[in-house]
Antibody
Framework: QVQLQQWGAGLLKPSETLSLTCGVY????????WSWIRQPPGKGLEWIGK???????RYNPSLKSRLTISEDPSNNQFSLKLNSVTAADTAVYYC??????????????????????WGKGTTVTVSS | DIQMTQSPSSLSASVGDRVTITCRAS??????LNWYQQSPGQAPKLLIY???TLQSGVPPRFSGSGSGTDFTLNISSLHPEDFATYYC?????????FGQGTKLEI
C-alpha cells in the first residue's frame, strides 16, 4: 500500500525559502501526478500545484512567481520550494498523489482526477 | 479560477441522522467533482470522485450526485466517526479549487 512521507523545515523567518520533500513508498512513482496542498490554521484547503508524469508543472497562479515543484524519480521523491515566505504562508502543507482514472460511462469517455493518497502533513510556521 | 461554494458551513446532527451537504461551482465542471472528509488533525480522505463514484473502502452510507454546477453529498445514517469536515473539489481545470468546507458537528 503506497504511503507518502514528507519532511522539511517547520520554522522559517520572513523572506526565507520553504523547502519540503515527499517520498513515495510501497508503490509506483511513475504514471501519477504529484501534488502539494496547504491548509492555514483553522482554514480550508488550498491547492498549491502539481507535477505530471512527464515532469510538467502546473501552479496556482497566486503562488506561481515564488513556487517550484520538482521531482526525483530515481529516489521516488518530489519537492516543493516556496521563496520569500511571509506569515501568510504559515500552514500545514500536504503532499498528495493525484490519480488519473479512465471511465466509460454510457458510451462517454471520462478521465477523472482525484487525490487518493495523502501525506500526514508538515506544519510550517513563518515568524520573525 | 473556478470558485466552489459549500453550504452549509456548519451543520449539527445526531448519530443516525441523514444529512446533505451541497456544493456549487461558479461554472460547469460537468462531473469532475470530488468529495473529501477531514477529521481533526488528520489529512483529508477521498470519499467520492466523478461526482458519484464511491472510493474503494468508503462505506455505502456515503453517496454523491449532481452534474454541471450543483452537487450534493449525502450521508444516509450518521456514525460517530462521520463527525468531521467535508470538502468538495473540482478537477475540471487548474488551479484545482476546494470549497470552504462544511463542519459536521454532533
Amino acid at each position: 500500500q503506497v504511503q507518502l512521507q514528507q519532511w522539511g523545515a517547520g520554522l522559517l523567518k520572513p523572506s526565507e525559502t520553504l523547502s519540503l520533500t515527499c517520498g513515495v513508498y510501497g508503490g509506483s512513482f511513475s504514471g501519477y501526478y504529484w501534488s502539494w496542498i496547504r491548509q492555514p490554521p483553522g482554514k480550508g484547503l488550498e491547492w498549491i500545484g502539481k507535477i505530471d508524469p512527464s515532469g510538467n508543472t502546473r501552479y496556482n497562479p497566486s503562488l506561481k512567481s515564488r513556487l517550484t515543484i520538482s521531482e526525483d524519480p530515481s529516489n521516488n521523491q518530489f519537492s516543493l520550494k516556496l521563496n520569500s515566505v511571509t506569515a501568510a504562508d504559515t500552514a500545514v502543507y500536504y503532499c498528495a498523489r493525484e490519480r488519473e482514472h479512465y471511465s466509460d460511462i454510457s458510451g462517454y469517455s471520462y478521465y477523472f482526477y482525484y487525490l487518493d493518497v495523502w501525506g500526514k502533513g508538515t506544519t510550517v510556521t513563518v515568524s520573525s | 479560477d473556478i470558485q466552489m461554494t459549500q453550504s452549509p458551513s456548519s451543520l449539527s446532527a445526531s448519530v443516525g441522522d441523514r444529512v446533505t451537504i451541497t456544493c456549487r461551482a461558479s461554472q460547469s465542471v460537468t462531473v469532475y467533482l470530488n468529495w473529501y472528509q477531514q477529521s481533526p488533525g488528520q489529512a483529508p480522505k477521498l470519499l467520492i470522485y466523478g461526482a458519484s463514484t464511491l472510493q474503494s473502502g468508503v462505506p455505502p452510507r456515503f453517496s454523491g450526485s449532481g452534474s454541471g454546477t450543483d452537487f450534493t453529498l449525502n450521508i444516509s445514517s450518521l456514525h460517530p466517526e462521520d463527525f468531521a469536515t467535508y470538502y468538495c473539489q473540482q478537477s475540471y481545470g487548474t488551479p484545482r479549487t476546494f470549497g470552504q468546507g462544511t463542519k459536521l458537528e454532533i
